[in-house]
């Protein structure tokens, strides 16, 4: 019986292995198959994710959101005006001192 116990534990132990390297992690996949069985923590574990593939989805999102933001356009700093030579740090599509380009 103790054999039998030791042998589940084991098993529990590779599930929890496996979940280590995946998004579930070591302690959850190890808790589930030791509650529940170490087939269905098998199970689990091997339907969550995998941590680069979690990685890369955030990598890709992060990426996006980036992307999304608005580029200023290049001198963005010390923009002077051509007409009155009024400096800005910001860029503005006109000047506002004399209005112009
Ligand atoms: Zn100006």
Do not use: W
């Not at 042998?7 to 959850?28: H, M, N, Q, Y």
């Not at 087939?39 to 992307?67: H, P, W």
């Amino acid at each position: 019986m103790i054999g039998i116990l030791l042998l589940a534990l084991v098993f529990d132990f590779i599930v929890g292995a496996i979940g280590s390297s995946r998004k579930i992690g070591f302690f959850p996949a190890f808790l589930l198959s030791l509650l529940l069985s170490p087939i269905i923590g098998l199970i689990i574990v091997l339907c969550s994710e995998r941590k680069s593939d979690a990685e890369f989805k955030q990598a890709m999102m992060q990426q996006a959101i980036q992307n999304q933001k608005p580029q200023p356009p290049a001198g963005e700093k010390d923009y002077k005006c051509k007409q009155c030579g009024y400096q800005s740090d910001t860029y503005t599509p006109f000047c506002p001192q004399c209005g112009a380009h």
